[in-house]
């Protein structure tokens, strides 16, 4: 049994087909959608949408920032904000934002720690997500 999924962001059309299961994080915390799940709606916070397509055994997964997840006992849809495919994800770039960021925590004067930490957060999850698919694909 297997259930429609539909993902979109502000700028693009992210993904739309079957799968199996669902795995994000919303404003109440981790949750997982199967097949007949009840209906319900949730705020999606910063971190990631894992889902496992009908036929694929391997994992699929993005980075998201804000948005809304509808889940409904036939399907989900996710409308975010900022929706980016880990095929997207450049592990180098991150692990230099997160560097940068840091040392710039350590200055003395006028810092925006706020920046600095959401830059250390967005670039965290961002890896955390390579990181479980690369685990997940091992198996």
Do not use: W
């Not at 720690?113 to 250390?120: N, Q, R, T």
């Not at 961002?126 to 091992?138: N, P």
Request: proline share 1%; aromatic share 6%.
């Amino acid at each position: 049994m297997s259930m429609d999924l539909t993902i979109v962001s502000t700028e693009r059309s992210i993904y739309k087909g079957k799968v199996d299961a669902v795995f994000a994080t919303g404003s109440e915390g981790a949750f997982e959608i199967r097949p007949g799940h009840s209906h319900f709606l949730t705020r999606i916070e910063t971190g990631h949408i894992y889902y496992d397509e009908v036929g694929n055994t391997k994992r699929q997964g993005l980075f998201v920032e804000g948005g809304l997840l509808e889940a409904s006992p036939k399907g989900v849809i996710a409308v975010l904000d900022t929706a980016i495919l880990s095929s997207e994800i450049d592990m180098e770039k991150e692990l230099a934002v997160i560097s940068k960021a840091q040392e710039i925590l350590k200055q003395s004067g006028h810092i925006d720690y706020s920046a600095a930490l959401s830059d250390i957060k967005a670039s965290t999850s961002k890896l955390a997500i390579l990181r479980e698919l690369l685990k997940s694909r091992k198996q």
